[in-house]
């Protein structure tokens, strides 16, 4: 899976660190392990006696699971159900530990040893199955470094940052949570220190099997929910914590988790701020059209998987070393993790049991709380999918999306930045919106670590004529809810590249209302054309060409620096189709998914297909704008949501299908949502191709042949291949083209 690499601010937190430093303090002055867990939750009923000699390992209950500790190494294990069935057996490993996952609540549970030893009966719950508010407060959350313990017993590591001693509490809270290293008392997170700059009490907290914090990890697995639910009403229970509630920060990793926890309602949440977020984790990063994602989403997976060993991450190791008792003891389990990379590969076919609970577009409609959501259409970690679940948030009147060209870290850029410090400022810090001074030094090392320009200013206050925290707050919730910035790095004409955008719209939701889905057919000579075609006869061939599958067009630099030495290859001849309209008339502003609609027939039984759309300007200039990608087995539609706009493969094993041998059938490929301005004098360019060198981090394990194979595209009548796209009609574009280089995310090249 996805998500960005937290080390990019590490610079950073030397500058940032001086500001917080004396939040990081307790009363002595010292950074010192503060929290202490409380008791346990209240124990289940007593257990009965089991039926044979009592084993001498400890069993525990969980949501969903059964964990055990003690065991001799080697001894095979039985799980028995209330009725004494066997639910599932394991085997106690170097550890003597064993976790039986994917248990179904029920009371009278028992693990039972080959040599007929039994544990006492024992519980396993459901997410519902919450503790008392008294086991919450009962725990001490200080500043600094620390354990807050789970319903099971777990302790999860944190990093409390506060501005100042408990006592000269309450304060304004918020909370990171996340398996990279939010609790590592050396180097918070990004989002963590740039919140306590701006006066907030912020905590870390390390998910279960990652840092120093007990159990293991599993990608989302339900006891990361619910984990994330207790930690959030252990913080909010803390005296120092204003008003007893707590609201959730992050970009990427620890932007979905916030989906996630949201999703388990805890009522001490007051609103969350996700950014760089994914909708599908399947079909929309791991594997886009069905096509593996062997680059970003695969080396994301396997630093999760190291991250998770015993020791994994640097900071923790160092715990260790340095005598962390709990620290040590929490990484007892940790050989039964499992192997991340082996789920990927074991479920090449969407699994909806597998794939629905780690997808947020399956449960967002459950968050009720307050929503301040942004994300860029070339996010070239999570993808820009994340768009096509906004529409599903209807659980809550207040979310606000702002959506952008560009790359994974543009949410901090000054148009989306000054947003979000708006949005924790009146759901959280319950004021009226204001700047510090701090805020210069946060730009300060946006500027100079992320963006690299010369410099950087947010827009004006929007709230210094405001005199009432009330009035503030209706003037936000009187605005529309979703924004679209456009041609983000054209909007300061002295620095090409830097994250201001050309201009904005907002709408009343999305998809777009005023959308017109419009079509443009492929015609003779590589032409785009609003007529269909009228010939029987006309098609197009390319080679397949896998050649380029591992090619990114980024080699070297970041993506999030100001001008990315881009590489968007031209392909070998032969190798592509392309398809070009005629000049537009008018300014065309387009927001949307797209579908393009292949009559397709191949010498193989089935290939990947990658569909690019590109502007190719009156100067010689092509802009690229976004993809889609399709293995041609995979094409089934759920016809339940699939649209003109959008087509939305099932991607189930039983759907799969070969092509049909010597003969057209319709392939319909999802473009990914996008924004683009094309201004009148462009023409609009649609690639078919084999996936590859179009994403700075995205790489595809596509099929391979042990011959040539070649892909023939129908334009013919009765066949009429198209690409259908959102065109936003009646928008006159108040500003010039763009620069090449500048748009974020969007690489340029001379048009061939």
């Not at 057996?89 to 248990?103: F, K, M, S």
């Not at 010597?662 to 023409?683: I, Q």
Request: aromatic content about 10%; glycine content about 10%.
């Amino acid at each position: 899976m996805l998500i960005f690499d937290p080390s990019f601010l590490r610079n950073a937190t030397a500058i940032l660190a001086t500001l917080v430093l004396a939040s990081a303090c307790g009363d002595d002055g010292t950074t010192g392990d503060s929290g202490s867990p409380g008791p346990r939750p209240t124990p289940a009923p007593e257990p009965t006696a089991a039926p044979g000699p009592m084993a001498d390992f400890e069993v525990t209950g969980s949501v969903e699971q059964v964990y055990l500790v003690g065991a001799t190494p080697g001894t095979e294990l039985r799980l028995l159900g209330p009725d004494d069935v066997v639910v599932q057996t394991g085997t106690a490993d170097e550890n003597g530990t064993l976790i039986y996952r994917d248990v179904a609540a029920a009371t009278g549970y028992r693990v039972e040893a080959s040599d007929g030893a039994s544990s006492p009966a024992f519980e396993v719950k459901t997410p519902d199955d919450v503790p008392s508010p008294e086991f919450y407060a009962s725990q001490t959350i200080g500043p600094g470094y620390g354990y807050l313990e789970t319903r099971d017993g777990t302790l999860l590591a944190y990093n409390a940052l506060l501005p100042g001693p408990p006592e000269n509490g309450p304060y304004p809270t918020l909370v990171e949570y996340s398996g990279y290293d939010p609790a590592n008392p050396d180097a918070p997170q990004p989002s963590s220190l740039i919140a306590s700059v701006l006066g907030y009490a912020v905590v870390g907290v390390n998910m279960r099997g990652t840092g120093c914090s007990g159990g293991t990890f599993q990608f989302f697995e339900t006891l990361q929910t619910t984990d994330g639910y207790d930690a959030i009403e252990a913080i909010a229970a803390q005296p120092w914590v204003m008003d007893n509630e707590v609201g959730m920060i992050g970009l990427s990793y620890p932007g979905i988790s916030q989906l996630f926890v949201a999703w388990r309602q805890p009522p001490s949440l007051v609103a969350i701020a996700p950014l760089s977020v994914i909708s599908d984790t399947g079909r929309g990063t791991l594997r886009p059209g069905g096509i593996l994602n062997n680059g970003f989403a695969i080396s994301w997976s396997e630093g999760r998987r190291n991250d998770a060993m015993v020791g994994g991450q640097a900071w923790s190791r160092r715990r260790m070393e340095e005598g962390d008792q709990v620290c040590i003891d929490n990484m007892l389990l940790r050989g039964q993790t499992p192997d991340i990379l082996e789920i990927i590969d074991q479920n090449e076919y969407y699994v909806p049991a597998v794939a629905d609970p780690v997808s947020p577009d399956t449960f967002v409609h459950e968050i009720e709380v307050p929503t301040y959501l942004a994300g860029a259409w070339q996010d070239e970690q999570t993808g820009g999918y994340f768009a096509n679940m906004l529409d599903k948030f209807t659980g809550t009147d207040k979310e606000r999306f702002t959506l952008v060209n560009g790359a994974h870290t543009d949410q901090f850029g000054p148009a989306v930045f000054g947003r979000w410090m708006e949005f924790i400022d009146l759901y959280v810090g319950k004021r009226i919106p204001a700047r510090s001074g701090a805020v210069g030094v946060i730009l300060d090392v946006l500027r100079n670590d992320i963006f690299r320009v010369d410099s950087i200013s947010l827009e004006e206050e929007r709230f210094a004529d405001v005199a009432t925290y009330e009035e503030a707050l209706a003037r936000w919730e009187s605005e529309a809810p979703v924004r679209v910035l456009f041609d983000n790095g054209a909007g300061d004409p002295d620095q090409p590249g830097a994250p201001y955008p050309g201009f904005e719209m907002e709408f009343a939701a999305w998809p777009i209302p005023e959308v017109k889905p419009t079509a443009w057919y492929l015609g003779d000579g590589g032409t785009l054309t609003a007529d269909e075609p009228t010939s029987t006869d006309g098609a197009d061939s390319y080679l397949y060409d896998p050649s380029l599958s591992q090619k990114t067009t980024l080699e070297s630099g970041s993506p999030w620096e100001a001008l990315p030495p881009y590489e968007w290859v031209h392909r070998d001849e032969g190798t592509f189709l392309s398809y070009t309209s005629d000049a537009l008339d008018d300014d065309t502003v387009m927001a949307g998914s797209g579908s393009v609609d292949l009559w397709l027939a191949s010498d193989a039984t089935d290939t990947d297909l990658q569909v690019t759309l590109a502007e190719v300007r009156p100067d010689g200039i092509e802009y690229f704008i976004q993809g889609g990608w399709l293995r041609a087995s995979r094409r089934r539609l759920d016809d339940a949501v699939s649209t003109e706009l959008r087509p939305v493969g099932t991607h189930l094993f039983e759907d799969a299908a070969d092509l049909p041998e010597g003969a057209f059938t319709l392939v319909r490929v999802e473009l990914f949502p996008f924004a683009h301005a094309f201004r009148a004098g462009s023409r609009i360019r649609l690639y078919v191709e084999t996936p590859g060198a179009t994403r700075p981090e995205w790489q595809w394990e596509t099929l391979e042949f042990d011959e040539d194979v070649t892909n023939t595209v129908a334009r013919a009548m009765g066949m009429a291949s198209r690409v259908v796209l959102p065109v936003i009609p009646g928008v006159e574009i108040p500003t010039a083209f763009p620069p090449c280089p500048a748009l974020r995310g969007q690489p340029c090249r001379p048009a061939e």
